[in-house]
């Protein structure tokens, strides 16, 4: 239950990993919102008591949430109308485990307008995109230390590019854009783009990319030595030595996005899963969330 549910609160969005928990609660009535975290104890399978991290009006998106290592991560972004639609957008992050009564909160980051994706968890680390200066829309991207909060690679997209995922892998960064930028050059097509070749130094303009050309609707991940790439409906595992690429079967009665993908960064497996809804020709209503795991296969 909410902890605000007395008070009209809903659990809106759940992260959690071996430290810890962060989730957000929120009022549909007022749009008022709640951050709170709780420490995991794994031995007894038990949280602590809540605490509150941070709360917030209309006037203010429900933060997106992500729990890295030690520390509960949130990000705060404006509405595009409201009292608050020229403020800065704020990264914070507190740690699970502060005994005070009162979570010292750390702003990590800002961003002088929204940033454009929601960030994007690492084993230890996080990925989000901020706006890189204010006279211009310029979206960086940028990748940071789960522990430390320290800047470890950054990349600048061209003026007024907005991507709708960033993630990072095995090469490097890996975005995606959800419209096509006509005036652009190179990297300004519909579609995922990775950097075919690991990108040392920052040297990202000088990077051989890789370009896969469907429209995206989740953040690439890898399993393995395989690139993974969310289209409207499908999911495509793709080899980027052998040029070659599967995309996995959907379960039968799936909602309309088919089949999504839950896992991010990179890992030895993946994580998806399906909401199936449907009536059988017998008449049975099969109604239940499907997730699998799936392991790279090597030929």
Known sequence: HAVGEAAGYEIYDVRANSNGIIWTESNILNENWRVYCAVYNSLQETISNPKLLDEGNADWEVPFIAAIGDYAYWQLRPKVSGNASFDNSLLKRAIFRDVGLTPNVQIVLQSAGRFATAPYPLADALVVTPRAALDTVNYQLTYLDGRSASVMDTMVLPNSMRPFEAGYGKTGFMFSFDAIYNYGRGLAGLGTYIPEDAVRSGNYSEAPWFRFGRVPSAAPCWCGNT?????????????????????????????????????????SSLVTFAQVDYTALNGAVQKYCQVRVWQEKNE
């Open 227 to 267: 690139l993974v790439v969310k289209s409207v409906t499908n999911i495509a595992c793709i080899s980027l030595t052998k040029r070659n690429y599967c995309v996995l079967d959907i379960p039968s009665g799936t909602d309309d996005y088919g089949e999504y993908v839950a896992s991010t960064g990179m890992g």
